[in-house]
């Protein structure tokens, strides 16, 4: 049987390959309705539709991921807060070529009906290596 920490990073890695394989569906039954994100491109509060909508249509896209670093923390029994170095590949999603980013990021996980959602998660640009405690 997993460890609380490891059905977390397990839902982290489930949630980043719902954005590789374009599965909106799988997204959304992780998200709490509303989530929140707070990336380079601001602070955003979203439905399970509007998620959809970025998903699906939004000019970027995912193509692959690395997390590593990953380190969870529960304050209490219904919320867990993740943090981890991401490298991942980008691309224009009417192209092949994309960037490689290189973030820092944050997940806050809280316990609805028994079952697992992000509540909110943050992105912020790494500077330097990723360092383990």
Excluded at 40 to 45: D, F, P, Q, R, V
Excluded at 55 to 83: C, H, W
Aim: net charge negative; aromatic share 8%; hydrophobic share 35%.
């Amino acid at each position: 049987m997993a460890s609380p920490g490891e059905v977390i990073e397990e839902l982290e890695y489930r949630f980043w390959q719902s954005l590789v394989d374009n599965d909106a569906g799988t997204a959304t039954d992780l998200l709490t309705e509303p989530a929140l994100m707070v990336s380079g491109h601001g602070a955003m509060k979203f439905d399970h539709a509007g998620y959809r909508q970025m998903a699906e249509k939004g000019p970027r896209v995912l193509t692959a991921y690395e997390l590593s670093d990953m380190q969870v923390m529960f304050p209490n029994e219904t919320t867990a807060i993740a943090t981890y170095h991401v490298r991942q590949e980008v691309s224009r999603r009417d192209s092949k070529e994309g960037d490689v980013q290189e973030m820092n990021d944050t997940s806050t996980w809280i316990k609805l009906d028994g079952s697992w959602k992000c509540a909110m998660h943050t992105e912020t640009p790494a500077s330097g290596e990723p360092k383990s405690n």
